[in-house]
């Protein structure tokens, strides 16, 4: 069983600053990319951001310049620094991980985060 455990949401105004955190466990062989997506009601969930194992990363030009995502390898977190925050990026974040099981190296799955709420106040 794999787990993904978020942390790091909340209420911060806007121009303000949040650091998303997210550490997979359980039986993983190894992970291939993180990442984070977020989701407003009444639509799609939405590519924040990603970071592939050789360190590749990719963002929605919405978030470009403003967000940061890294990754620590030795602990399989993954981070997603917030700044320069707008209303507009209030969402449940959730992040991501595309990895293989111990159990079963012979394929990737993507597990998913339950979802940490933020909340951008005007």
């Known amino acids: 069983q794999v787990q993904l455990v978020e942390s790091g949401g909340g209420l911060v105004q806007s121009g303000g600053s949040l650091r998303l955190s997210c550490a997979a466990s359980?039986?993983?062989?190894?992970?291939?990319?993180m990442g984070w997506y977020r989701q407003t009601p009444g639509k799609e969930r939405e590519l924040v951001a990603t970071?592939?194992?050789?360190?590749?990363?990719n963002y929605a030009d919405s978030v470009q310049g403003r967000f940061t995502i890294s990754r620590d390898y030795a602990k399989d977190t993954v981070f997603l620094q917030m700044s320069s925050l707008k209303t507009e990026d209030t969402a449940v974040y959730y992040c991501t991980a595309d990895l293989v099981l111990a159990s079963a190296t012979s394929i990737t799955l993507r597990y998913w985060g339950q979802g940490t709420q933020v909340t951008v106040s005007s």
């Open positions: 359980g039986n993983i062989f190894s992970i291939n990319t």
């Open positions: 970071v592939a194992s050789g360190g590749r990363t």
